[in-house]
């Protein structure tokens, strides 16, 4: 693999770039993960039980404005990478990647799954659900291609000495908050989403990372390891 150290690119540290050989292995694997999981995010959402934390923002943003849920995730992610700047988080393809599609992927499954009221196919797509967001991470953060916005704003504060399972919590329950304040649907599926979809992605993820490509952070640091 041919990584550069961290270049400068408009305020922000550009994680070394892969050579095309590395390039062409981890693509596929990010792009695999980000169907996976924006899949994952709309089954939950079609479930109607709850959502996970970030994801009750996401709705109760889209309720309030009137825009689709994918829209809210794209819009809502391009946002938090300018505070990316003052922070210096590093990023890379992978980072762009995701905050320019996973919304576009929400939204296209959740065109083509069906509301559904029986509570005996709602647990199935919930529990399914929960399964394919924590492999979809396990995949995208696996490729080493760069951090989600979310995920990379996280770990640019636990990397100014801040205990990452403290900065974790604190933004995952300001996104609860806020989400369930506008209208989010909280229940059931946002505790077993936000404690199982982590354990799940970590399990993937021992499986299936194949390291940074090009710099900081690991991998296992994004989901708290």
Known sequence: MSARPHDIDGGLEVLGRPSPAE??????RLVLGILVLGTGVALTVRAGLGLAPYDVMHQGLAEVTGLDFGV???????????AWVPLRQPFGLGTVVNVLTV????????????????????????????VLIGLGAGLYIGAGLGP???DGLMTAFARRGHPLWLVRTV??????GLGWVL?????????????????????????????VAGGDPEPQAVLGE
């Open 171 to 176: 933004m995952e329950l300001t996104a609860l």
């Open 103 to 130: 919304g576009l992927v929400i939204d296209l499954a959740l065109d083509l799954v069906p509301e559904v009221a029986a509570i005996a196919v709602r647990v199935p797509m919930l529990l399914g659900g929960t």
């Open 148 to 150: 989600g916005p979310r």
């Open 23 to 28: 390039l062409r292995r981890r693509l596929p």
């Open 72 to 82: 809210v995730v794209i819009g809502l992610g391009l946002l938090i990478l300018l």
């Open 183 to 211: 209208g989010g649907e909280v229940g059931v599926g946002t505790v077993l989403v936000a404690f199982a979809s982590g354990p799940i992605a970590h399990w993937f993820l021992a499986r299936l990372h194949l390291g």
